[in-house]
């Protein structure tokens, strides 16, 4: 078994209600597991995961995790306007 550090943003919260705004939990999974496996694990539908950061670096599903990885999931996020600059180069989700 591994452990991984999960944290849940914006909506997907609601699966993990008695976390702290960015708080993060510890999450054992077999050696080899991946991240979409990883949903099925914590109880997070796969459909409603948007963007996967594992380490801060944006991932895929079929990322495999190691022992100590963090993994910080986003749900479809909207928002922005007319004029936004968004914040290129940023690293979202700092632990």
Known sequence: MIEVRVKLYAG???YRPGLAIGQ???CSVPE???VGHLFDHI???STIVA??????IQSDREHRLRDG???ALWPPIAGGG???KG???SRAGRW
């Open 24 to 26: 993060s939990f510890p």
């Open 32 to 34: 080899g597991t991946i």
């Open 87 to 89: 914040s290129k180069g």
């Open 43 to 45: 109880g997070v539908p």
């Open 69 to 71: 990885d963090k993994v």
């Open 51 to 56: 963007i996967i950061l594992v380490n801060g």
């Open 12 to 14: 997907l919260r609601r």
């Open 82 to 84: 007319a004029g936004s």
